[in-house]
């Protein structure tokens, strides 16, 4: 576990391969309760790199697609037009699947310039969120301290 400055004073404790799962606060206190992230294999249609396999990995079946280079994002084969900061936004999720961005982390990688409040990442989530659709904004959840992208929930 680490302890990790996020804003205003305030610190947040990371525990790898965690993932917080209820927040409890009191005036005084703060109560975390966390669960073992899944493993990756565990969820559907995600296939872990084995070092030990010398087959190449199954491709994901993921319907959300970023292609980097190109600057879009495929949904279930649609073509979703985003704008730059929706884009980055989801393309950081994605790159990083089952990790849990806290606000403050999400302004530094995607906002690093700017001053922008937690309530601007909720905003652009938020937006990114209806964009995908009601099927698949369920992949980016919500959790007490930020976001996370499970990418066996788009879908």
Known sequence: MTVEPISRGRWMLAAQGYVPVSV?????????????????????????????????????????????????VHVAGRQLELPKLEFDLLAYFISRPLHVHTRHRLIA???????????????????????????YRKAITVVGVGYKYVPALAG
């Open 24 to 72: 409890h606060q009191t005036s005084s206190e703060v109560h975390l309760v966390f669960a073992p992230s899944p493993e990756p294999e565990a969820i559907p249609g995600y296939m872990a790199e084995r070092a030990e396999s010398a087959a190449p990995p199954e491709p994901l079946t993921d319907p959300i697609q970023v292609d980097h280079d190109a600057r879009t």
């Open 109 to 135: 990688a995607i906002w690093p310039d700017s001053a922008g409040s937690e309530r601007t990442v909720d905003v652009h989530v938020a937006r990114l969120r209806r964009r995908l659709g009601p099927q």
